[in-house]
């Protein structure tokens, strides 16, 4: 067995011990990816505990103290150098050079990966469009206008009922009635998601405009109406 746990100390002793990852030694991966947040105030103070082994072995036992790990600086957050039309409209004529036909597709998701989530990756426009005969493909269009085929993917068995652009208008609509002015943000997600909640299938556009550290996201679903999930 592996186990990984996180332990808070002082003078007096632990404060607090947390397991982050359990895993079998028969798992045929040979490694785990754990994430989590730590106040700096408190980093020398943390000690991550490795422990390994078992019956008949025996256990080993390692730890590390945070607050002498080099601390890695993930890249600075960057605001996408191409418009989200922009970025479509590049992945399109991109497409059109690889002789993939877009006249029946349908865009399911134009995304900005670097600005909105937490990840180490390249800033960049990710493009999934979904095809005939339950086949799709995504585009990565980088911040020097350049493309590439990422990979072919299975289409979602439901379908927006609302095409992209009609569902960020609907959006924005619905955002000046609730008074929320998104005219200085950039658009930076667009992205047709299912949930699945008792075996009960709820589409929906999930939509998402940033301006520094601001978010503002709106849900908008099948029958056109909008839900405001973020404001601030």
Avoid: C
């Avoid at 980093?43 to 080099?70: D, F, M």
């Avoid at 929906?204 to 839900?227: C, E, P, T, Y």
Wanted: aromatic fraction near 8%; charge should be positive.
């Amino acid at each position: 067995m592996f186990e990984l746990d996180l332990a808070l100390t002082d003078a007096n002793g632990t404060l607090l011990q947390v397991p982050l990852a359990i895993r079998s030694r028969y798992n045929k991966e040979n490694q785990v990816d754990v994430r989590f947040l730590i106040k700096k105030d408190v980093i020398n103070r943390a000690v991550l505990t490795i422990r390994n082994g078992g019956p008949p072995q025996g256990e080993a036992s390692y730890a590390i103290r945070l607050g002498e790990v080099p601390v890695l600086n993930l890249p600075k957050k960057s605001m996408p150098k191409k418009s989200f039309t922009e970025a479509v409209a590049i992945a399109e004529q991109f497409l059109r050079g690889q002789k993939i036909d877009l006249s029946n597709g349908v865009l399911l998701r134009a995304e900005f990966r670097n600005y909105l989530r937490n990840e180490r990756e390249t800033p960049r426009w990710d493009i999934t469009w979904a095809l005939a005969g339950e086949k799709g493909v995504d585009v990565w269009v980088s911040q020097d206008g350049s493309a590439k085929l990422n990979q072919r993917r299975s289409s979602p068995r439901i379908l927006p009922k609302k095409s992209l652009m009609e569902a960020v208008t609907i959006a924005e609509e619905f955002l000046r009635g609730q008074k929320v002015d998104v005219s200085k943000h950039m658009l930076l997600r667009a992205e047709f998601t299912i949930n699945f909640i008792n075996d009960r299938a709820t589409p929906f556009w999930d939509i998402a405009w940033g301006l520094d550290d601001q978010r503002v996201i709106v849900s908008v679903l099948q029958d056109g109406s909008a839900k405001l999930i973020r404001a601030r």
